[in-house]
């Protein structure tokens, strides 16, 4: 039995990585500010000795005895990192030197959740991790995309000078139950809105492509990075390759759905990258992962979760 904290546990991640390290025997500091999670999705995990709910903002210090930290503690849909930019790049960064500092002092092992956003608006296709990316460092994206890479270049320095047991993972668009129905990512705003009927929001022609992984899958990935006996500490890209457009996503919703809903077409932001896909032969590769569920069987999952919940 392992004592793990696990910052932003009361969000859509965090939320299913609670539950999978409770359910595997380990003790479980969940630490959330709630600014995008919420205590229903682990409201069931509170009757559970071995569960501890902490409030508290990561860009404050925190200690505790742990052998794990899994900072995933950030928000991370665009109109919620974007709300307020400053402190999204402070959660970032103080969050994880914080992190880095508890890990240094308990000797724990941290997993930090970095992104696909790190690669910007990509010039090579599929992402590779030794890619360093296209990225606007002045723009309504920065906050988020240079705050994960400050975050990784921390975690890499407190590794090399400090020999902290770091990891890094680069998570790609992810779904699934638990997703905060207001959280304006595209597959919670597209299946609520084809529950309700009302109009899809298409921003831009719908010709960008993202890449779906649902979350249990990723979960997977995330637990064997953490505890990989090589001590490899990437980054990895943890994602499913299935790519699609925006648009096809939205014809698939509608028909899973069996909406009435008609697609409506509206900017697209700026700085929305254009195309999306992981190379995962390196997670493949070191940590024997790769995804399992296709996205019309996670999709229907995701719709039964929001059917219930709106
Ligand atoms: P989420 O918004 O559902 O969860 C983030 C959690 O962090 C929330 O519970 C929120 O309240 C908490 N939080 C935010 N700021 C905090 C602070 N200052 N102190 C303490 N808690 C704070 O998002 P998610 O999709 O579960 O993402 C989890 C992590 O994975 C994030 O770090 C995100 O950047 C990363 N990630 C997610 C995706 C994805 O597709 N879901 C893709 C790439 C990276
Ligand atoms: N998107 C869309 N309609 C929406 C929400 C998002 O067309 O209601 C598009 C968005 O412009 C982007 C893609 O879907 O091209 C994925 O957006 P999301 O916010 O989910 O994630 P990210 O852009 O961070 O990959």
């Given at each position: 039995m392992k004592q793990i904290l696990i910052t932003g546990g009361a969000?859509?991640?965090?939320?299913?990585?609670?539950?999978?390290?409770?359910?595997?025997?380990?003790?479980?500091?969940?630490?959330?500010?709630?600014?995008?999670?919420?205590?229903?999705?682990?409201?069931?995990?509170?009757?559970?000795?071995?569960?501890?709910?902490?409030?508290?903002?990561?860009?404050?210090?925190?200690?505790?005895?742990?052998?794990?930290?899994?900072?995933?503690?950030?928000?991370?849909?665009?109109?919620?990192?974007?709300?307020?930019?400053?402190?999204?790049?402070?959660?970032?960064?103080?969050?994880?030197?914080?992190?880095?500092?508890?890990?240094?002092r308990c000797c724990a092992t941290i997993l930090q959740a970095s992104t696909s956003?790190?690669?910007?608006?990509?010039?090579?296709?599929?992402?590779?991790?030794?890619?360093?990316?296209?990225?606007?460092?002045i723009g309504i994206r920065s906050c988020y995309d240079e705050g994960k890479r400050c975050a990784e270049t921390l975690?890499?320095?407190y590794y090399r000078q400090n020999k902290v047991d770091s990891r890094i993972i680069r998570i790609f668009n992810t779904y699934g139950p638990n997703m905060d129905p207001n959280d304006g990512r595209v597959?919670?705003?597209?299946?609520v809105q084809a529950l309700k009927n009302k109009d899809i929001t298409m921003y831009g022609d719908g010709s960008q492509t993202r890449s779906f992984?649902?979350?249990?899958?990723?979960?997977?990935?995330?637990?064997?990075?953490m505890n990989n006996e090589q001590k490899f500490i990437g980054p990895v890209n943890l994602g499913n390759p299935s790519e699609r457009t925006v648009y096809n996503l939205a014809e698939l919703i509608i028909n899973l759905t069996n909406s009435n809903s008609k697609i409506k077409f509206k900017p697209l932001p700026q700085d929305d990258p254009l195309q999306r896909k992981p190379d995962i032969s390196l997670a493949k590769k070191e940590l024997n992962w790769e995804p399992k569920v296709d996205i019309k069987e996670g999709l229907l999952k995701t719709i039964e979760y929001f059917a219930k919940k709106i």
């Open positions: 969000g859509f991640i965090g939320s299913h990585l609670c539950e999978r390290l409770l359910n595997e025997g380990n003790e479980v500091i969940c630490l959330d500010n709630f600014f995008t999670g919420s205590k229903e999705n682990i409201r069931h995990l509170l009757d559970n000795s071995r569960f501890e709910l902490v409030r508290h903002d990561v860009t404050n210090e925190y200690y505790a005895e742990v052998d794990q930290i899994y900072n995933m503690a950030c928000p991370a849909s665009p109109p919620h990192y974007q709300y307020n930019p400053i402190k999204t790049i402070k959660t970032s960064v103080l969050g994880v030197m914080n992190m880095l500092g508890l890990a240094k956003e790190v690669y910007g608006n990509p010039l090579i296709h599929p992402q590779t991790e030794n890619y360093w990316g296209n990225v606007n460092p975690m890499m320095d597959v919670s705003n597209f299946i992984c649902y979350v249990s899958d990723l979960v997977d990935g995330i637990i064997k990075m």
